[in-house]
């Protein structure tokens, strides 16, 4: 598929929360030097970070005719998830809790580590399509539990530095891993992202749980050898360990602009069963 022009229009927005959590030490796209790839990409990066205003309305956006379907929603998301504060899904954790509470200790765990996109943001707590996963399987598989360890704003970094935890909290028999949106969004070089989400995969693994990993897309006005880099990482890690591959989440609602919040950027709640279904077509299987 061909991609043209894609762009944001909108009011300006500072946002001081680009360079949080950026990896053990590599620079932002602010600090590449001029001239360079990198710095040609940290300027659409800029770029894109002006087009957005959630805080202060809704998001105007152009598109050019050749834009798919899946570019558009991953742009629309990765607009939104660095501002956000690295702060836990409380709604996810409140929707994670009766499960928790129900289950018996020989219960096995499905553990979501993910963004803001897993932590429900801007929905009730039953509302996010990790909760209606929990819904589905304590109704479909018994003996299955949900820990929602998603948190807003995150990145592969963090994931990565809280796998070792949350492995020996919840002994997970399944793990999720929905994280590297916001590791673009800010520039982050593709190899330390790779590095974070193998990290990741080889700790579940070790810990005996099986992996399902979700993957997002880049918008192209990064470029292409960055977006196509972005997505190879998730197929080439997912072929290496041998786990489960859902290469874009947002797929179902991509091109659906009423699927999403007054921000033009999260879901709304009533696109979530459509997230819920479509990831369940790769974790339905794993539970076992």
């Given amino acids: 598929m061909n991609f043209k022009s894609w762009d944001f229009k ?15 030490g590599h620079a932002s796209a ?5 001239g360079s790839p990198a710095h040609a990409r940290g300027r659409a990066i800029a770029a894109t970070k002006q087009g957005y205003a ?4 809704p998001v105007q956006w152009a598109i050019g005719p050749g834009l798919g379907a899946a570019l558009l929603a991953s742009a629309l998301l990765l607009s939104a998830l660095a501002p956000l504060q690295a702060q836990p899904a409380a709604a996810s954790k409140a929707a994670a809790r009766p499960a928790a509470a129900a289950a018996t ?3 096995r765990t499905v553990l ?24 589905r399987i304590a109704k479909t598989k018994p003996g299955w539990r949900v820990v929602n360890a998603s948190i807003s704003g995150e990145t592969t970094a963090g994931g990565a530095s809280r796998i070792a935890g949350e492995l020996q909290r919840n002994r ?34 070790a810990a005996k749980a099986q992996v399902l990993l979700v993957g997002m897309r880049m918008p192209p006005n990064l470029g292409k050898e960055y977006t196509q880099g972005f997505e190879r990482n998730y197929r080439e890690l997912s072929q290496k360990y041998a786990t489960q591959l859902l290469p874009f989440l947002l797929e179902p609602v991509a091109m659906d602009r009423a699927a999403f919040q007054a921000d033009n950027l999260h879901p709304i709640a009533s696109a979530q069963p459509k997230l819920r279904d479509h990831v369940w077509t790769k974790l339905g299987p794993m539970l076992k």
């Fill in 10 to 24: 909108s009011r300006d927005l500072r946002d001081s929360t680009l360079q949080r959590r950026d990896g053990a």
């Fill in 30 to 34: 602010s600090a590449i030097h001029a």
């Fill in 54 to 57: 959630a805080s202060r309305g």
């Fill in 105 to 107: 200790k020989a219960a």
């Fill in 112 to 135: 979501f580590m993910g963004d803001s996109l897993s932590a429900g943001y801007g929905l009730a707590a039953s509302e996010g399509w990790v909760s209606l996963t929990a819904e």
């Fill in 172 to 205: 997970p028999a399944v793990v999720v891993i929905e994280l590297g949106a916001n590791d673009g969004l800010r520039g982050l070089q593709l190899a330390q992202s790779r590095a974070n989400l193998e990290r990741m995969i080889q700790a579940a693994q």
